[in-house]
């Protein structure tokens, strides 16, 4: 898909518009103006209309933005206008939150498969899934057309089970074991480093 | 605490930076060159260089950098070189993988108090904490001398209870509710937004 020449930096802030966008309509509003948009999200109305204005979208001055096409047009920069199938590799506390959480599959991220490798959780359901132990997982993600893989489990297998999902053709890993994985150039992942975040709030709290 | 002029660029790194010099020190490396951990944490020698001269810990030419000098350096400027007083708010899934994480607490990062609503999880012990009712939260701040919050609830009370913690003198907050908090300019926000995230990853996947 094209994505018109944005930049890397206004790509970056997209989900934060998608998020504010998508609450306008959802309270019934279909058009605001930059200023608005600005004292809502509390960033200048100039980045406000350098950031938008590559996806077109609004009409005449002092009509503002349409947020209905925003929102349409950045779901599909964001590749959120079509269903991703995803499983999810650690069915531990961690896991079972992202498998809890409805929004994701609300914008199209589906968890369709849960694998662990620990007894004590095999079998178990979760949002109506059966764990399945890891011999499973290739043929799942074959069969299931499985775009992207979810990393819950600890940082000492992730490596070895990032390894496997790069054999079994998985196109996207979305990490949270800390720990850098080396996967082939167009294996994208996508990291969570917690203790990283809490570092950064930490560096903040004693600077 | 002086940071010596670090810039933020280089602020961010410096997580990653840790993570590996301690894995270098646990495997009782001392010393290691820039070429050496440029190969292990595939950046360029001379980016490390710029970066890790900040801190001095390297001798003459040819020695390379002292790993564990080097390690407590960043260590200090990250605000690990001390405890951390922390509490808890949401003992559901996400809360308890949180509560759960051993490399918080061996880091400094200790969770003093989990609080909830939820009268289902009221009571229940996480690593032997007591999980208990918001109306404790004021005292329990005060008493303990918390800095840190850490919110795992969802984004509808997220906002109030933000305000709570404000009142209580809180000084940082560890935010995943995905919701931006209005919080005075002296109260730190680090935020994980996990959707955001995932619309990152999907946003490369599909471009």
Redesign the interface.
Known sequence: ?E?KGISTVV??R???Y??YLGELRDNGIERISSRELSNL??VTASQIRQDLNHFGGFGQQGYGYNVNFLYDEIAK????DHK?HMILIGA???G???A??E??EK?G?VIEGIFDVDKEVLGKEIRGIKVAPMEEIEPFIRRHNV??AVLAIPKASAVKVAALLVDCGI??I?NFA?V?LDVPGNV?V?N????????????????
């Open positions: 898909m994505d790509i970056k997209l989900p934060r998608y998020r999200m509390k920069i964001l590749g959120l991703h531990g506390n961690l079972q939150a992202l809890n959480y929004n994701f914008r991220f775009d992207i196109k996207a979305w800390h850098d994208i996508e969570v480093h917690l203790s990283e975040s809490l570092m950064r709030l930490s560096y903040n709290l004693v600077k």
